[in-house]
């Protein structure tokens, strides 16, 4: 209860105010009402006492309200209006300041009863209840009935304004009982638990209140009660004296109990029994009217007739219905399921029009509140076997829609409605556009001809029913055109924005409902239950969507439409349910299209959204058999055309049936607006109805005419104009760009969709490109909106290139395929263009530390290599230009990539191609090799030596081989880094692994061999200088395995190739392959041209192997290598080609140069195979410091037992090259085409035999030597072609000697200085080398022939000459034969006294040969050769001699033929020639003198040990000598007197002379001085006998001088003889001798008369000798003995 006022000064105005009515009521009393006059003043006495008594008033006035309230009372009783008023007033102001107790709320109840009764200040009485029963809680239980029963009855006057003041305190009072209970809920019992409720008790209705409730509800709980008796006829059990009640107004009072106390309901059990019981029956009890109620129909044969329905209490339940289901839901579960299905079946056509717009009204208020909607589908759709209420409803509503436009036609509604329009358009619109001054058409739904307007609008989310508020109707009003449709259409629209609060949550700004595409995490239940509510109504919602969409007229409404499409497809898409989401995509596809495109392009796709179940029951779907030619016009009708164009061809169509001209009205232009918003902000949600989307777009671009552009952006094509079919309104062409912007925004806006949501756009763009494809196969022109698309969406999502890369580049490689030009040069665009960008996209994780990453987005640009035609290669290696100058220094691991795209190329693609991709090669080596890593190096190897294969373009394989040269000259310069690069990316190795730089240079030399023997001579030549230049710089660099694989894998194998191609190159010119190109002779076929690779590859091949030896050695099978590359040597040395086989010797003697020295012979060989002009680079470092650590020393066994294979191999050269050409049949030379090796060839072959015998001289044998000598015999012995011998001959062939013969004599000389400085098995050989040399000296005599070919003398061709018949030309020996002499003179000095030499009998050997020249003196060939021979004779004569006569034995053969030797030399058969000078003749003879001097000086003086035989044969060629003899007997003979040896003929003399000396001392030469004194003295007589007959013969004719001369000296020596013979002792001197000096007197006497003075004055002195003699001489004791 409230508590009193306690301020002192209101108690005291209100005591005041009391003591004044008091005083005024005993005024008006005073004559009629004593006793009212009597209580006044009493009551005035009690106030002053009370006053006084107390400072608190209201306490002491509450107690004795009932007693003050006694004289108002008992005025009321009066009757007296004045008194009345006055009382009342009073009562109402002790009311209002809470000053009555409970007895004196009773009296004043009771006073109001009787005043209610006699019909007294009615106004007054309603007044006071409320203020009694509003200011406190003193009036309850009865007296609470009383007063509400005397307000009811008020209610039921005549007056009407009692009536409506009554009602609205009964609804004052009603309220204020129940809010007396909201207020007890909230005060707690303390103490005190809930008691439980006895149903029971509540079934037996009493006026007695359960007892478990408080005072105050058991009051509400008995009022609304006796409410729901009242309601349905039955007697109240609390409001007792109730007269009368209407039902509206019970209805009236129930919807507000239940409206405004919903938490008592739901809180006491007792008033939520009175819901269940009492309420829902009463309202399904009422309902009963309208549910049987057919407007229309005939009345049923029943006896009891259909009570039509009546409006106030239809509307009236239907608000309690809608406070039910609004407030008690969660109680009422059964019984609002029951409701609902009334409100459902409310809505049937055959229900009145008003009760239709009511059951309306009532859904929309639903409609606004999602969790209803939420309820109802847990508790009755989500039930297996329960009424899927919200399903219905939805349908309903889309039912009522559709009934509008069917049946508003033909039927008006019950209450006399005018029917709408049925023309269809009303006279306004004329084309969906207004006509007329200042019109503007009206909002409406056209369809079928109906036209329905709309008459109202609704903000969203409020409802504003119209006909359920109408409480003071009692007849149905006039329902308006259109209201019943508009509410339907606005109902929708709700339904679909709760459904959207309950998926996605209320929205909290706008931004966040544009944002929709993002996916919230919700439960399995929530799901469940999202998934019921889409499932339950979209297939209704989509009906009656899509009939409004297609019926609006107006913009706003169409657009509403378009966002409920949209709001409820994004949500199926949020719930991943396809196939309501397909379906409202579609029909937002139809909606953009032009009518027949509906039809045929979106057919598949609706009925692939329609699966089994999902379409709508019966009349809510539209009809399939629409009339197109209507359905166009009616869309022209209700939406402006403002463009025409062509339709986009499809595949599955034939060509041709799609060519009519097609409209795009104003209403699809804002259906595609709608469809790209759709795209646009719920990507994320669309899955595969993207393919949907993404086709209708495509069509509409292509019927706008939109091509696209750069970047895959759209451009209105300037062609559009051009078309007869084409027609855009200006309006839209000004619009198209605004298009293209958004369909633009939208694959923009694909960077925010999730990787799922991306995946299906993607695949959407495949599938329609792919559709696109198959159009193009037919030769149709294809839309490129999908490629152009994928572009644009690829490029805006780079930032997760992982997730769309592979599925977009698959597919524009796909399409890069495509047979038409067009979309295969977009695919290719689109290709590059997202390579191009994505590498320069700026990543996370930088692109070139993300290895994977940047090989996925190289990769199509790579397969792009696989597609053959030209303008897609051109268009890829136009990117890898592009991206090397942009991003060249970022790609690191996307390398291999690159340079396999440049690298793939082959001989059918074109120059242009190859041009291009070689500028990109040229730009990765001048500029990026640095950069690039090391282990893609090789790759950049194998490229650049595919462009040296290609064959299209020569001067690009050149170029691309001095890349290669490059190439390596960088790997040399960076080795270190390169290596170390390679080591740490390379973890682990196996054994048999080379290290990884090494294998860099393998790939590098292995590319460089196969270039080696490409078809075109020209690369072929200069890749084998690349290839040999590289390995002689840089293959110090290589390991020893490595070097095993370069011998191997490298040069044998180009040996190999080489060979084999050559052998089968043609040997006839090539017109067609030269064309008019001049070409030297030496290269005009094939053959020849291979002859030159030939040449390169063998002298590269040894270059490495002398350069490298080393190396080499250790590679474990040398050996083996060796002995191949002698064998490729061997046969090509045994080549017919001059040119190879000169080549290989060369290359022969280049391996032969493997000595131990430390000198490389690289610099030197460069210089025989330069490298082209544009490699060569200088160079600081010395290769030298490349090679590996070994040891020079001597050749170990192993290199013997290589040498020696050498060795085999020259001689087999040798043996073969010299084998003189077989004779042709008959016994005939050969014939002209015979080989015969070149003096060049065997000049080489010769020249090799030195430095390979530097290496096998310790194993060289007698059998070796044997051989060696037999090959330059031979070899010496070829001759030469007559046109080719003044190239050959020497200038002065008398004094030069020829190379093969200078070779020959090197060979010697290298044999000849082993042997002596070897070992004695060695000089076992030197027997073989004399023979060899003497051979040799034998040529410059007698010279060899060659088999059986005819050879000139070396002079008798002079200059090229052309025969019938080949001259062969022999070559001139004599130079050569006398250097052999000298040789021969030389190694007899050294060898003489050796065993060997001497066994031999090597001297007598010599002797013999020479005796050969000497034998001929002037007949030889040569004049000088004699003279050599002599004098070197002389030479070995004065060595061997003193041997000679140690090793008598040995030498016995050896003076015979000494002898014959010195007589036919001395005395030869040819007499000097007449021509010769007297200069030559003197020299000629001294050399004569000289030998008789050796005889003085070597022989005579040794006699004793020398054969007396030969000591004779010599005494016989002095005497002869000695002897002058004239040519002529004639005295005076000039001319023989000056040839006459006057020398050496004294020079004779004088020898025999000297050994007729008697040596006292030298008695061991008493043999040889007494054979010289016998020669001397018969020498002596035989001269003066013939001096004395001479001079007698001359007579007085003096004789020639020489005689005189040769006189003065025999007597001289006579003179000097008997001197010598006085002086000997006696025993010494023979008795012959003597007697021969005897004999000589006479003779000398005879020459008395000699007239010369000088032989005179000799005469005389002889003469004196002899006087000794005339007396006999003493004996003497001669030695020892008598």
């Not at 009370?50 to 509450?62: A, H, N, Q, R």
């Not at 860099?1000 to 196969?1010: A, N, S, V």
Request: glycine content about 4%; overall charge neutral; aromatic content about 6%.
């Amino acid at each position: 209860m409230a508590s009193p006022l306690k301020d002192p000064h209101i108690a005291k105005k209100l005591v005041e105010n009391l003591q004044g009515d008091l005083r005024s009521l005993s005024a008006e009393g005073k004559r009629k009402y004593p006793h009212v006059k009597e209580a006044s003043e009493q009551i005035q006495l009690k106030l002053r006492t009370i006053c006084t008594k107390s400072e608190d008033v209201m306490s002491g006035l509450v107690p004795a309200s009932a007693e003050i309230i006694q004289p108002f009372v008992m005025g009321c009783d009066t009757k007296n209006q004045k008194i009345v008023h006055l009382c009342l007033t009073a009562v109402q102001r002790l009311i209002s300041h809470e000053a009555i107790s409970v007895t004196a709320a009773d009296n004043i109840i009771g006073m109001l009863w009787n005043l209610m009764e006699a019909g007294l200040e009615e106004l007054k009485l309603l007044q006071t209840a409320i203020i009694l029963i509003t200011t406190n809680s003193v009036v309850q239980h009865d007296s609470l009935a009383k007063a509400l029963v005397l307000c009811f009855r008020l209610h039921f006057t005549k007056d009407s304004t009692t009536i409506n003041t009554a009602a609205a305190t009964i609804k004052h009072l009603v309220s204020c009982v129940f809010e007396r209970v909201v207020t007890e809920d909230k005060v707690p019992i303390p103490g005190s638990t809930t008691s439980e409720v006895n149903l029971e008790e509540l079934k037996a209705h009493s006026k007695t209140p359960p007892h478990s409730l408080r005072p105050c509800a058991g009051d509400a709980y008995l009022l609304f009660q006796d409410l729901c008796q009242l309601v349905n006829a039955d007697q109240p059990f609390w409001l007792i004296g109730m007269t009368e009640m209407t039902r509206t107004f019970g209805l009236e009072l129930l919807e507000a109990v239940l409206t405004s106390f919903p938490q008592i309901f739901l809180q006491h059990q007792e008033f939520s029994f009175q819901l269940k019981e009492k309420v829902c029956p009463l309202v399904i009890k009422l309902f009963s009217p309208s549910l049987k109620y057919r407007q229309g129909m005939p009345p049923p044969p029943s006896p009891t007739p259909v009570e039509r329905p009546f409006f106030p209490i239809v509307m009236r339940l239907l608000r309690i219905v809608c406070a039910l289901i609004k407030h008690y839901y969660c109680l009422l579960v059964t019984e609002c399921e029951i409701f609902l299905s009334l409100l459902v079946k409310f809505l049937d056509s055959e229900k009145p029009n008003w009760q239709r717009c009511l059951a309306l009204e009532v859904l929309h208020k639903l409609s606004v509140q999602p969790d209803l909607l939420r309820s109802f589908t847990q508790s009755y759709d989500m039930k297996l076997h329960s009424t899927k209420i919200f399903r219905d409803i939805v349908n309903g509503v889309g039912t009522y829609i559709q009934s509008q436009f069917m049946n508003s036609a033909t039927s008006t509604t019950s209450t006399g409605n005018k029917a709408p329009d049925t023309h269809g358009t009303p006279p306004a619109l004329v084309g969906g556009l207004p006509v007329g001054g200042g019109v503007t058409p009206q909002a409406a739904f056209m369809y079928r001809g109906v036209w329905i307007p709309i008459v109202f609008t609704v903000p969203a989310g409020q409802a504003r029913p119209t006909y359920l508020e109408m409480l003071d109707k009692v007849e149905p009003p006039a329902i308006a055109d259109g209201y019943g449709l508009s509410l339907a259409f606005y109902c929708l629209l709700e339904v679909v924005k709760s459904v959207r609060i309950l998926v996605q949550g209320e929205p909290e700004t706008e931004s966040q409902t544009q944002k929709s595409s993002v996916k919230r995490n919700i439960s399995a239940e929530e799901r469940v239950l999202d998934e019921e509510l889409i499932n339950s109504s979209w297939c209704g919602m989509l009906a009656a969507l899509s009939l409004l969409l297609d019926a609006s007229t107006d913009e706003s409404a169409t657009e509403a439409v378009l966002k409920s499409m949209k709001m409820f497809g994004e949500l199926c898409g949020e719930l991943e349910m396809t196939i309501p989401r397909d379906a409202f995509i579609t029909a937002l596809c139809k909606a953009s299209l032009p009518p027949h495109y509906t039809l045929t392009i979106l057919n598949s796709t609706a009925a692939a959204a329609q699966s089994p179940g999902s379409q709508p029951k019966g009349d809510h779907s539209r009809s399939s058999s629409q009339d197109l030619a209507s359905m166009a016009t009616e869309s022209v009708e209700r939406s402006q055309v403002v463009a025409v164009g062509t339709p986009l061809p499809t595949a599955s169509l034939p060509v041709g049936a799609h060519q009519g001209p097609v409209m795009l009205t104003a209403k699809n232009i804002q259906c595609m607006r709608s469809l790209l918003s759709v795209a646009h902000c719920n990507g994320g949600v669309l899955g595969t109805a993207w393919h949907l989307v993404l086709t209708t777009l495509q069509h509409l671009v292509w019927i706008l005419g939109l091509k696209p552009s750069s970047g895959g952006s759209l451009k209105a094509s300037q062609q559009i104009s051009d078309s007869s079919n084409a027609v855009i309104t200006t309006a839209v062409m000004a619009d198209l760009p605004v298009l293209a912007s958004m369909l633009s925004r939208l694959f923009e806006s694909s960077q925010y969709l999730d990787d799922v949501a991306l995946h299906h756009l993607i695949d959407a763009l495949c599938k329609l490109s792919c559709e696109s494809m198959e159009l193009a196969y037919t030769n149709r022109e294809p839309s490129l909106f999908a490629v152009a698309k994928l572009l644009e969406t690829g490029l805006v999502n780079l930032h997760r290139v992982e997730v769309l890369w592979r599925p977009v580049t698959n597919h524009l490689l796909e399409v890069c395929q495509h047979p038409h030009q067009g979309m295969r040069c977009w695919g290719a665009e689109a290709v590059t263009t997202m390579v191009k960008a994505a590498l320069s996209h700026k990543y996370a994780t930088e692109l070139h530390e993300n290895v994977k990453l940047q090989s996925m987005i190289l990769g199509p640009l790579q397969e792009l290599s696989d597609i053959p035609q030209s303008d897609i290669r051109q268009k890829q290696l136009e990117c890898v230009l592009q991206v090397l100058h942009n991003n060249g220094d970022k790609l690191l691991h996307g390398w291999p990539l690159i340079l396999g795209v440049i690298g793939a190329l082959n001989n059918d693609q074109g120059e242009k191609l190859i041009q291009t991709a070689f500028q990109s090669l040229q730009l990765v080596v001048t500029d990026f090799l640095p950069i690039i890593p090391c282990v893609y190096l090789q790759d950049c190897v194998e490229v650049a030596a595919k462009f040296g294969l290609q064959n299209r373009e020569l001067n690009i394989s050149l170029t691309a081989i001095g890349l290669l040269w490059n190439i390596s000259d960088f790997f040399y310069q960076n080795r270190q880094r390169i290596e170390s690069e390679l080591n740490a990316s390379q973890k682990t190795t196996k054994a048999d692994d080379i290290p990884p730089f090494d294998a860099l240079w393998m790939g590098l030399y292995i590319k460089q061999g196969q270039l080696c023997v490409d078809q075109r001579p020209a690369v072929r030549k200069s890749a084998g200088q690349t290839l040999f230049s590289t390995i002689s710089a840089h293959g110090g660099l290589l390991q020893t395995g490595t070097w095993k694989k370069v011998v191997w894998q490298v040069l044998f194998p180009l040996l190999e190739n080489v060979q084999k191609l050559s052998s089968t190159a043609s040997n006839v010119k090539d017109e067609a392959a030269t064309g008019n190109i001049l070409i030297h002779h030496s290269r005009d076929t094939a053959e020849k041209q291979w002859a030159e690779t030939c040449v390169l590859s063998l002298a590269g091949v040894a270059r490495t192997f002398n350069a490298k030896r080393k190396i080499l050695q250790t590679i474990g099978d040398f050996p083996r290598a060796w002995s191949l590359l002698l064998e490729y040597i061997e046969t090509n040395a045994m080549c017919s080609n001059a040119e190879v086989s000169l080549a290989a010797l060369k290359s022969f003697q280049e391996i032969l140069q493997m000595s131990s020295e430390t000198k490389d012979k690289s610099d030197e060989l460069l210089t025989l195979m330069k490298p082209p002009s544009e490699v060569v680079m200088s160079r600081s470092e010395d290769v030298n410091k490349m090679l590996p650590r070994t040891t020079s020393g001597e050749d170990s066994d192993l290199d013997l037992s290589l040498w020696t294979a050498a060795w085999k191999v020259w001689l087999n050269i040798g043996a073969n090259a010299t084998k003189p050409p077989p004779s042709s049949p008959g016994g005939k030379p050969p014939d002209r085409g015979v080989y015969v090796p070149s003096q060049a060839f065997l000049t080489a072959l010769v020249q090799t035999f030195p430095p390979l015998f530097e290496h096998i001289k310790t194993r060289f044998v007698a059998a070796d030597l044997q051989k060696l000598s037999s090959v330059l015999r031979t070899a010496l012995c070829v001759p030469v072609h007559g046109d080719a011998s003044p190239f050959i001959i020497p200038s002065y062939p008398d004094v030069t000697t020829t190379p093969l013969q200078e070779a020959s004599l090197t060979a010697m000389d290298v044999l000849i200085k082993a042997v002596q400085s070897g070992p004695e098995s060695m000089q076992s050989m030197y027997p073989d080398i004399f023979d060899q040399l003497l051979t040799f000296v034998e040529f410059g005599v007698r010279v060899p022939k060659f088999g059986q070919i005819e050879a000139k003398a070396f002079g008798a061709v002079k200059g090229p000459q052309i025969f019938t018949k080949v001259d062969w030309v022999t070559m001139n020996f004599v130079p050569f034969a006398e250097k052999s002499v000298d040789m021969v003179v030389n190694l007899y000095i050294v060898a003489a006294k050796h065993p060997v030499v001497i066994q031999a009998h090597v001297l007598q050997k010599i002797i013999q040969t020479f005796r050969l020249p000497l034998s001929y003196k002037y007949a030889c060939p040569s004049p000088s050769t004699w003279v050599l021979v002599i004098n070197s004779l002389l030479t070995v004569l004065g060595v061997g001699l003193p041997v000679a006569r140690k090793q008598g034995a040995a030498f016995q053969d050896m003076w015979a033929e000494l002898a014959k030797t010195l007589e036919e030399f001395l005395f030869p058969k040819q007499p000097s020639p007449t021509t010769l000078s007297m200069e030559d003749f003197q020299r000629d003879e001294t050399i004569d003198c000289k030998v008789v001097q050796m005889i003085r000086d070597d022989i005579l003086p040794y006699s004793s040990s020398i054969p007396s035989d030969f000591v004779k044969q010599i005494m016989k060629l002095l005497n002869r000598g000695s002897i002058h003899s004239t040519s002529s007997d004639s005295f005076i003979d000039t001319d023989s007197s000056k040839k006459l040896r006057e020398e050496f003929a004294k020079t004779c003399f004088e020898t025999l002379l000297q050994f007729s000396f008697i040596n006292k001392s030298r008695s061991e030469e008493g043999g040889i001085t007494k054979m010289a004194v016998m020669s001397l003295l018969q020498r002596c007589q035989e001269v003066v006998r013939k001096h004395v007959d001479d001079e007698r013969l001359s007579g007085k004719c003096p004789l020639p001088r020489p005689r005189l001369a040769e006189m003065a000296s025999v007597l001289k020596a006579i003179t000097t003889l008997l001197r010598s013979l006085k002086q000997a002792q006696p025993g010494n001197v023979d008795k012959a001798v003597w007697k021969l000096v005897l004999q000589l007197y006479p003779c000398l006497v005879d020459c008395t008369t000699s007239p010369s003075p000088s032989v005179c004055k000799a005469l005389r002195d002889a003469l004196h000798e002899y006087s000794d003699l005339l007396s006999p001489p003493t004996p003497t004791i001669t030695n020892g003995t008598t």
